[in-house]
Nanobody, 123 residues
Framework: QVQLVESGGGLVQAGGSLRLSCVAS????????MGWFRQAPGKEREFVAT????????YYADSVKRRFTISRDNAKNTVYLQMNSLKPEDTALYYC????????????????WGQGTQVTVSS
């Protein structure tokens, strides 16, 4: 069982930056692919980014490419999402997710989810 705890959300003006963090329990963190999804009010949950266990493979949604960066520190059991040039449409509840071995852009492939951290971008 993996438990995930996100932090770092908040209110920021358009064009600003935030860094989300997600700490995972367990001693085999490096064997898990990690990711971020988000859900805005009235919208479906959508993929944001994912990273492989060794950090060498990353994928991003087209909407966040060149603005967001996913990274991880396996020594700290932590995955990060650096968000730059934020837009009002980035406003959502951001979820950290984990699954064994392989990355995926499908939410149904991730058995472990955090509680979410709210990001609000004002115009």
């Amino acid at each position: 069982q993996v438990q995930l705890v996100e932090s770092g959300g908040g209110l920021v003006q358009a064009g600003g930056s935030l860094r989300l963090s997600c700490v995972a329990s367990g001693r085999t963190f490096s064997t898990y692919a990690m990711g971020w999804f988000r859900q805005a009010p009235g919208k479906e949950r959508e993929f944001v980014a994912t990273i492989s266990g060794n950090g060498k493979i990353t994928y991003y949604a087209d909407s966040v490419k060149r603005r967001f960066t996913i990274s991880r520190d396996n020594a700290k059991n932590t995955v990060y999402l650096q968000m730059n040039s934020l837009k009002p449409e980035d406003t959502a509840l951001y979820y950290c997710v984990a699954r064994e071995l392989y990355t995926s852009q499908l939410s149904s492939y991730y058995p472990y989810w955090g509680q979410g951290t709210q990001v609000t971008v004002s115009s």
